[in-house]
């Protein structure tokens, strides 16, 4: 800027700063969508900025898309975000600040569990965890409990729209385990989750509500992930809109050469080989595992 002889000036204007900061936002989660990088969102919302939660919701809306399609004039769409964030903003915060969470070390205090799930597709995992929760007494949030709900309401296309979708699929999940923590309630999270862009709001949610990770990793070999993959789609167990929207070839190669680690947070790490057990015995073996891990329970 200073090359180019540009003189920045300060705004002066708290709610312009928090829309050009919601603009950002969602630009960079598109961007993280198509080209799975590591968009700066968490960073942003850890520092307190303003505007993100506006930019989250124009990224899952799409709305900001909506308008830029429209062709309005640039004036009249800042208009438009404008009264949006003031609308928030005279309505007060969408969620109230978040409870104080006893400290582990107080007698008596109580820390909810999360217990997380993951592995790669047709690895088992959902399957499994439906057979934990219960047992465990966990609600059971699924990932693609949120987005084949979306396919149903509103389509399926292209990878693009698949990707959006799991955008907001996530978001959903990560704010429903929120509001359950917020009541005290352990829960169980399944996904095939990603490190690199799920560890920040996990660790957000133990810093809010001090609660403890327990994970588990699902694993099998890339052919019998292949085998079991392809043979959802035969049986029509997976939800058309996976299968019409990700190209086949492209997610078996995922299947035969990826690699699903846990993901860096405190608590332990129960591996589970879903290739070599009955599905029976393994949700009897890791209940009681989790419970040795978690006393009580």
């Known amino acids: 800027m200073r090359r180019g002889a540009v003189q920045p000036q300060p705004l002066k204007d708290d709610a ?18 198509r080209f799975e990088l590591r968009p700066p969102v968490d960073i942003w919302e850890t520092a307190g900025l303003p505007g993100v939660d506006l930019g989250r919701d124009l ?23 404008l009264a949006r964030y003031r609308q928030r903003t005279a309505a007060g915060p969408l969620c109230p600040p978040l409870p104080s969470s006893p400290p582990a070390d107080v007698p008596g205090s109580s820390r909810p569990l999360v217990l997380i799930i993951t592995g790669p597709p047709a690895s088992g995992k959902s399957t499994l965890g439906r057979g934990l929760a219960p047992r465990l007494g966990l609600p059971f949030i699924s990932k693609d409990l949120f987005k084949e709900t979306l396919f149903d309401e509103l389509g399926w296309s292209d990878r693009e729209w698949s990707r959006r979708l799991g955008g907001a699929s996530i978001a959903l999940l990560f704010r429903s385990a929120a509001a359950l923590l917020e009541a005290g309630q352990s829960v169980a999270l399944e996904s095939n989750f990603y490190s690199e862009w799920d560890t920040p709001p996990l660790r957000q949610l133990g810093e809010k509500f001090a609660c403890r990770f327990v994970q588990i990793v699902c694993t099998a070999s890339g052919p019998t992930l292949v085998e079991r993959y392809k043979r959802r789609i035969v049986t029509r167990e997976r939800h058309p809109g ?29 591996h589970v080989d879903t290739e070599r057990l009955a599905p029976d015995y393994l949700v009897d073996a890791v209940v009681e595992e989790i419970r040795q891990e978690w006393p009580g329970r």
């Not at 996976?242 to 129960?270: F, K, M």
Request: no cysteine; proline share 3%; charged share 25%.
């Open 16 to 33: 312009l700063e928090a829309v050009l900061i919601a603009m950002n936002v969602v630009a960079h989660l598109s961007l993280a969508q």
């Open 59 to 81: 990224f899952a809306s799409g709305q900001l898309e909506h308008l830029a399609k429209g062709k309005h004039r640039i004036d009249l769409v800042l208009d438009d975000l």
């Open 242 to 270: 996976h299968t019409e929207s990700e190209p086949l070839e492209e997610t078996l190669s995922r299947l035969l050469n990826g690699h699903w680690d846990a993901l860096d947070l405190d608590g332990p790490v129960i």
